[in-house]
């Protein structure tokens, strides 16, 4: 029995979701027959890029301004279904797509936060989610089912269920970006720990988290794999992911973030950039 210790950066951290994705058996059943949305986020795109070389388009985002739209009307996809091979745009058409699906399908949605309850959820900055917002009922009564990647630093203190009850786009007064509400998301969370567990028979779990420099949000592993193979399998995969660069995902000029006043200032409340009150 050997024991690794390993720092993962949330992009290596993402890098690595991914890859575990691709060996989940929930995808692999769906990409044979059935239905897979991919709903769109730099977590998710990576998934994307790595199954069928697609990067998704970047809505919302969070950085060191707070939480901000991109810059531009990007062409491009942010949400697709993927079926046998093949896959299209839904952002436009996402209501009635998913309408079609059943408990034999599969939704693929990252998170903005988590709890330790196993609820997730998302942040919306347009009203009432905008059209995923509204499809997202559609993803329970259908039956479809949902996994949600989402790296271990967006675990957040609290129950989600009663912290949603508390936070909403129309109650602040003042917001470092667009002021969000939180959509509840329901499903298998899938993180880090998930992944290398997926990718190699190992053991796994968080000794900590948080850094200086590119590790701020970093986490910290240890990862005991019960045999040699087991051992080279899994350190593998992260001396790779470690002495490569690993980038944001999603399509490069939807990633730029927003500079109010934008083309998608219209829609947001209480943001201080524009009303210059920031």
């Known amino acids: 029995m050997k024991h690794i210790q390993v720092t993962l950066t949330v992009e290596e951290g ?42 998704l388009k970047i809505c919302g985002r969070i950085t060191q301004r707070g939480t901000v739209a991109g810059k531009h009307n990007v062409d491009g996809a942010h ?7 093949e896959w299209k ?20 949605c990252g998170a ?47 129950n989600l269920r009663q912290i949603i009850g508390k936070t909403g786009r129309k109650i602040k007064s003042l917001s470092w970006g667009m002021a969000v509400g939180l959509l509840p998301v329901m499903g298998e969370i899938f993180t880090e720990i998930d992944a290398i567990k997926m990718l190699a028979a190992v053991d796994c779990f968080a000794i900590g988290a948080g850094g200086l420099k590119e590790a701020q949000g970093s986490t910290t592993l240890d990862i005991i794999a019960p045999s040699d193979d087991e051992y080279e399998k899994i350190v593998g995969i992260l001396k790779d992911i470690k002495t490569k660069k690993v980038e944001v995902s999603g399509i490069k000029e939807s990633l730029d973030e927003c500079e109010a006043i934008c083309v998608n200032c219209s829609k947001h409340l209480g943001c201080g950039y524009k009303s210059k009150n920031l």
């Open 14 to 55: 993402k890098e690595i979701i991914s890859l575990g994705m691709l060996k989940h058996p929930l995808l692999i059943s769906a990409m044979e027959n059935n239905r897979i949305l991919f709903k769109g986020g730099t977590t998710v795109s990576k998934i994307t890029e790595k199954l069928a070389g697609i990067p």
């Open 112 to 158: 903005n936060s988590f709890d330790n309850y196993g609820n997730a959820a998302i942040m919306t900055g347009g009203p009432g989610g905008d059209i995923v917002g509204r499809a997202m009922s559609a993803w329970y009564t259908e039956g479809a089912k949902v996994i949600i990647p989402v790296g271990i630093e967006k675990m957040v203190p609290g």
């Open 79 to 85: 949400s697709i279904i993927y079926y046998k091979g």
């Open 89 to 108: 745009n839904v952002d436009e058409t996402i209501e009635d797509d998913i309408l079609k699906f059943t408990e034999n399908d599969l939704i693929v």
